[in-house]
């Protein structure tokens, strides 16, 4: 009988949020696959907990290589438990390819949810929570970067991203040149720690900031794009423009209209006095 992979979350950063489920997979698992095994048998001794199945390696580097023997014990009936360092794997962690081969092979895969720096830190931004993207680490380099960001300058969405501390400076000013300076945003800094810290402000104060020294994991969240007003004169021209290349009026108000955001009957009403 098969066996099963299972996701376990960990916590970000106060071991009080290890879920009683996570405590029981680690002591019964038969495989523990975890992105840095130092780090988790330092945790499981501060939970006060035994690791009894095997314990190895699985990040970045060498996941590819590790699938073929992951495969092989879960379809032997094994239980293997994916951990990364802190929060749920696959997200900028480990674990995506296991998941991809399980699905491939029919195997079952489930998750044992948790702490997650993302969620926590769009709680806690003070910004809209009911749609939002997460885009991992924005590029290094500052020409990807700024290509990147740029792409994202009309997202509606709220945007959430990780950032490394000794980076935070030059990335909040590269989104304060593609976003606008007073777009809204939030820095939150060493969630569930001691030293937690939020620091909510617009993009240009963010980057005065943030040229002190800056320590700890570090998520950025940005209020998404506001929606922009539409050039009714421009938007009339294009419904016209359609017009005398042989287009009903009324389809083209309505195309128009549709990927403007506009009002149909506003559009309409300005085309005819156009017209006339």
């Given at each position: 009988?098969?066996?099963?992979?299972?996701?376990?979350?960990?916590?970000?950063?106060?071991?009080?949020?290890?879920?009683?489920r996570?405590?029981?997979l680690?002591e019964?698992?038969?495989?523990?696959?975890?992105?840095?095994t130092?780090?988790?048998?330092?945790?499981a001794?501060?939970?006060?907990?035994?690791?009894?199945?095997?314990?190895l390696?699985?990040?970045?580097?060498?996941?590819?290589?590790?699938?073929?023997?992951?495969?092989?014990?879960?379809?032997?009936?094994?239980?293997?438990?994916?951990?990364s360092?802190a929060?749920?794997p696959?997200v900028?962690?480990?674990?995506?390819?296991?998941?991809?081969?399980?699905?491939?092979?029919?195997?079952?895969?489930?998750?044992?949810?948790?702490?997650?720096?993302?969620?926590?830190?769009?709680?806690?931004?003070?910004?809209?929570?009911d749609?939002?993207?997460?885009?991992?680490?924005?590029?290094?380099?500052?020409?990807?970067?700024s290509?990147?960001?740029?792409?994202?300058?009309?997202?509606?969405?709220?945007?959430?991203?990780?950032e490394?501390?000794?980076?935070?400076?030059?990335?909040?000013?590269?989104?304060?040149?593609a976003?606008g300076?007073?777009?809204?945003?939030?820095?939150?800094?060493?969630?569930?720690?001691?030293y937690?810290?939020?620091?909510?402000?617009?993009?240009?104060?963010?980057?005065?900031?943030?040229?002190?020294?800056v320590?700890?994991?570090?998520?950025?969240?940005?209020?998404?794009?506001?929606?922009?007003?539409?050039?009714l004169?421009?938007?009339?021209?294009?419904?016209?423009?359609?017009?005398?290349?042989g287009?009903?009026?009324?389809?083209?108000?309505?195309?128009?209209?549709?990927?403007?955001?506009?009002?149909?009957?506003?559009?309409?009403?300005?085309?005819?006095?156009?017209?006339?």
């Amino acid at each position: 009988m098969a066996g099963r992979f299972v996701l376990a979350a960990t916590p970000i950063g106060n071991d009080a949020d290890a879920s009683p489920r996570l405590r029981v997979l680690l002591e019964q698992a038969d495989v523990v696959a975890a992105e840095d095994t130092r780090r988790t048998r330092a945790l499981a001794a501060r939970l006060g907990l035994q690791i009894s199945g095997r314990l190895l390696s699985l990040h970045e580097h060498n996941e590819a290589g590790r699938l073929e023997d992951l495969v092989e014990q879960v379809r032997g009936g094994a239980t293997v438990v994916v951990v990364s360092d802190a929060g749920m794997p696959t997200v900028s962690d480990p674990g995506f390819r296991v998941v991809a081969r399980a699905v491939e092979e029919g195997l079952d895969v489930t998750c044992a949810p948790g702490p997650s720096a993302v969620l926590a830190a769009l709680a806690l931004s003070g910004l809209a929570t009911d749609r939002f993207c997460f885009e991992g680490f924005v590029p290094r380099r500052a020409g990807e970067r700024s290509r990147t960001l740029g792409a994202l300058a009309d997202e509606p969405r709220t945007l959430v991203f990780f950032e490394a501390p000794h980076r935070l400076a030059e990335t909040l000013a590269a989104m304060a040149e593609a976003f606008g300076g007073d777009r809204r945003a939030a820095v939150c800094r060493e969630l569930t720690k001691t030293y937690e810290e939020v620091v909510r402000a617009p993009l240009d104060e963010l980057v005065e900031w943030a040229q002190g020294e800056v320590r700890g994991e570090i998520v950025v969240v940005v209020a998404g794009a506001p929606p922009r007003e539409a050039d009714l004169d421009a938007l009339t021209a294009q419904v016209l423009a359609r017009v005398a290349t042989g287009e009903r009026l009324k389809d083209a108000v309505r195309d128009v209209a549709g990927s403007s955001g506009v009002g149909q009957r506003e559009l309409y009403a300005a085309a005819l006095a156009a017209r006339g």
